[in-house]
């Protein structure tokens, strides 16, 4: 995997001479009084987090229908959070964008992206991006154009694309390479229309099909690198890291060696089956203090943006209780010390590292 990056990090066009140069992971365990801005975290929520949320069994959601007002107003009174992200056909469409507007002047939020839907219709059961029939694939680049257009207009600079139908679930069922390709110049196409949205890619390993074309942080940074233009990098959900097995901080500093392609977080927890869209930190708790520390560590300064699925739990208290367990793991993180972690690191030391989390954590 390294080599292939590698590879794709080596080629000589104009527009990858333009790109910050790679640098090796270990100068990132350098001077951390040198790198330690002052931190400011952004907190967000897909606005369907404050919603009804639905599954096979009980279709018409777990709680009532909330209208866009009242999702707009639970996000609002949900402490410390900044900004929303919006579904396209859910949260916004062409035809609501005064109704939106209005929700953004009347409560004190930001709006963080627009997830374009590539998912939700029937018309895209068999791929957005990669579907076999062109018209299908061409009103795919035509969707995602439409949100870039009302993100400029809503004063965002972001959309994240999840096509969560572009892939397959039979073997014979794919052109592995044609399609791919078909995914590629459609993402380049949407991110030369407007070089002010950044389009960030998000992957999946399965679901809704059992395999997804976009699938892992490498294979998704190989398909920001190949498409070549600066305005493209990467959504990383942390559950959808957890279900490829993946350490999370290591897909992080990835990201950040191979072109700083991190532009965007979902945050969530799971049991790695199953994208389960828990509570941050209820399942993953050293995991994700590790995560927090890297994203510090590379200067991350984007959205944190909280991806719950919260059936039983109330939502805005789930969003609340996640951004709760972010702030408390930074004040370990502060608590123990970014110079001793560091330092820790570079011992390498299993039995250290355990008793720095140990007393981090507990005392």
């Known amino acids: 995997m390294v080599e292939i990056l590698d590879h794709c990090q080596t080629k000589r066009t ?29 907190f967000s929520a897909i606005l369907g987090n404050f919603g009804a949320c639905s599954d096979r069994f009980v279709n018409k959601g777990y709680s009532e229908q909330k209208s866009l007002d009242e999702l707009f107003r639970l996000a609002d009174d949900t402490p410390n959070l900044k900004g929303v992200e919006l579904l396209g056909t859910s949260h916004i469409r062409e035809d609501n964008i005064k109704e939106v507007k209005e929700n953004f002047e009347k409560y004190d939020l930001q709006l963080a992206s627009i997830i374009p839907d590539h998912f939700s219709k029937a018309e895209w059961g068999k791929g957005s991006f990669s579907s076999k029939d062109p018209k299908i694939r061409r009103k795919a680049v035509d969707v995602t154009k439409t949100m870039m257009d009302i993100a400029a ?13 572009d892939g397959f679930d039979y073997s014979f069922q794919g052109d592995y390479i044609e ?19 950044k389009v960030c890619i998000e992957y999946k390993i399965k679901e809704p099909r059992t395999h997804s074309y976009i699938n892992t942080v490498g294979t998704t940074l190989l398909i920001a690198n190949e498409i070549g233009l600066e305005n493209v990098g ?46 941050v930190g209820s399942v993953h708790t050293i995991e994700y203090l590790e995560l927090l520390f890297w994203l510090d560590k590379i200067k991350y300064r984007g959205w944190y943006s909280m991806d719950l699925y919260p059936y039983r739990e109330i939502g805005s208290k789930a969003v609340t209780e996640s951004i709760k367990w972010i702030k408390g793991f930074f004040e370990v993180i502060d608590k123990i010390g970014k110079e001793n972690i560091a330092g820790i690191i570079k011992s390498g030391d299993a039995a250290r590292i355990s008793a720095m989390i140990r007393k981090g954590l507990i005392g």
């Open 153 to 165: 207009e809503l004063e965002c600079n972001r959309v994240s694309l999840w096509p969560g139908q």
């Open 14 to 42: 104009e527009i990858d001479r333009q790109r910050p140069k790679p640098f090796r992971a270990i100068a990132l365990l350098g001077n951390w009084k040198k790198m330690q801005p002052m931190r400011d975290i952004k």
């Open 234 to 279: 990467v959504t990383l959900d942390v559950g959808h890291a957890l279900n490829c097995y993946e350490n999370v901080a290591d897909s992080v500093a990835i990201l950040k060696i191979y072109g700083d392609k991190l532009f965007h977080l979902h945050l969530n927890d799971n049991y790695r089956l199953w994208d389960d869209d828990m509570i």
């Open 179 to 197: 399609e791919r390709g078909w995914i590629t110049d459609g993402i380049r196409e949407c991110a030369k229309y407007r070089s002010d949205i």
